[in-house]
Nanobody, 123 residues
Framework: QVQLEESGGGSVQPGGSLELSCVAS????????ITWFRQAPGKERGGVVC????????SYATSVKGRFTISRDNTVNTVYLRMNRLEPEDTAIYSC????????????????WGQGTQVTVSS
């Protein structure tokens, strides 16, 4: 089974940028569609963006469209999330998850989750 590990989180000022990485081990990441989720304090976890196995098919939440970009490099078993023009509302723990069903809304469809990485946007 694939294991996932996120990195790249941190603290930035509004308008700043961060790039998160989701690295897979134990299996090839190209066998999975990947979704980035986030969970802010006191809020439910929600999907941010999905990327298909092909690296071309993507789906963005309205709140991040035009600011965030997802990509993947299957040769290094990694999915990236580039976050630009960050806003305080983007503050959350970001997690990546692997599924065999593209952009699955049912969390039970996800076979593996990373531990999460904290993103804090504050002046």
């Amino acid at each position: 089974q694939v294991q996932l590990e996120e990195s790249g989180g941190g603290s930035v000022q509004p308008g700043g940028s961060l790039e998160l990485s989701c690295v897979a081990s134990g299996d090839s990441i190209d066998a999975y569609h990947i979704t980035w989720f986030r969970q802010a304090p006191g809020k439910e976890r929600g999907g941010v963006v999905c990327i298909g196995r092909d690296g071309i098919t993507t789906s963005y939440a309205t709140s991040v469209k035009g600011r965030f970009t997802i990509s993947r490099d299957n040769t290094v078993n990694t999915v990236y999330l580039r976050m630009n023009r960050l806003e305080p509302e983007d503050t959350a723990i970001y997690s990546c998850a692997a599924t065999r069903k593209y952009c699955a809304s049912d969390l039970q469809q996800y076979e593996s989750w990373g531990q999460g990485t904290q993103v804090t946007v504050s002046s």
